[in-house]
C-alpha cells in the first residue's frame, strides 16, 4: 500500500520554479509513495464572515485532503523574506476549526528561490506556523533551491543533482517519519 502524501505549491505562476520543483518531486518519489498535487488558486481569500456561512466547497476538498492524506509535502517560494500570502492564504482557510485537519500531519517542506538562500526564510516561517498547527515536521535534508533561474532546463527538469539528490532523500525520510508517526501505508 502506497503512502498518501498531499502537496502543494505556495505559488500561483504558471513556470513558478517551487511548481518544478514539486514536478520533479514527484518524479524523484520512492515507489511506495503516491503523490497528489493540491492547486491553491481556486482558493477565496481568507474572510472570516465567509467562513461563518460555511466553508466554500474548494476550501473543504482541501480540509478533507489533508485530512486523508497521510503526510504533506508543501514547496514555497519566498517572498519579501517570508512565505507569500497563497501558502498562508491556504493554510488559513484550512486549519480553521472544527477539526483542524493539519494537527499530527508529518510533513515535509522543501522551497525553490532566485535568490542565494532558496527559501531559508520562508521555510522557517512556514515551520513556526507548522508549530502552532501541531503538524510535524521532518528536519533534515533541508531543500533549498537556491538561484532556481539556473537549475531547470526548458522542459522544467531540475538539472542540479545534488538538489535532486536531496529531495530524493527528503522523501525517503518523510515516508519513514510518516511510518514512524503511525501513518497505515
Not at 511548481?19 to 520533479?24: D, G, H, I, Q
Not at 517572498?79 to 493554510?91: E, T
Request: net charge positive; glycine share 6%; hydrophobic share 45%.
Amino acid at each position: 500500500m502506497s503512502l498518501k502524501v498531499l502537496a502543494f505549491a505556495g505559488s500561483l505562476r504558471k513556470g513558478s520554479y517551487n511548481k518544478l520543483a514539486l514536478r520533479n518531486a514527484v518524479e524523484l518519489k520512492p515507489a511506495n509513495m503516491a503523490i497528489e498535487i493540491f492547486d491553491l488558486a481556486p482558493l477565496p481569500l481568507y474572510n472570516e464572515d465567509l467562513r461563518e456561512k460555511g466553508f466554500p466547497p474548494v476550501v473543504e476538498e482541501l480540509r478533507e485532503k489533508i485530512r486523508r492524506a497521510d503526510a504533506l509535502l508543501i514547496v514555497t517560494p519566498e517572498y519579501n523574506y517570508s512565505i507569500p500570502g497563497v501558502l498562508k492564504n491556504a493554510i488559513d482557510w484550512a486549519s480553521r476549526p472544527p477539526d483542524q485537519p493539519f494537527n499530527d500531519k508529518p510533513a515535509a517542506i522543501m522551497g525553490a528561490s532566485g535568490g542565494i538562500l532558496g527559501s531559508a526564510r520562508a521555510q522557517y516561517d512556514l515551520r513556526r506556523s507548522c508549530v502552532f498547527l501541531n503538524m510535524h515536521v521532518i528536519n533534515k535534508p533541508e531543500v533549498m533551491i537556491a538561484q532556481a533561474h539556473t537549475k531547470f532546463d526548458p522542459a522544467g527538469r531540475l538539472t542540479d543533482e545534488t538538489a535532486r539528490k536531496l529531495i530524493a532523500e527528503l522523501l525517503l525520510n518523510l515516508a519513514a517519519w510518516a511510518r514512524r508517526l503511525g501513518a497505515s501505508a
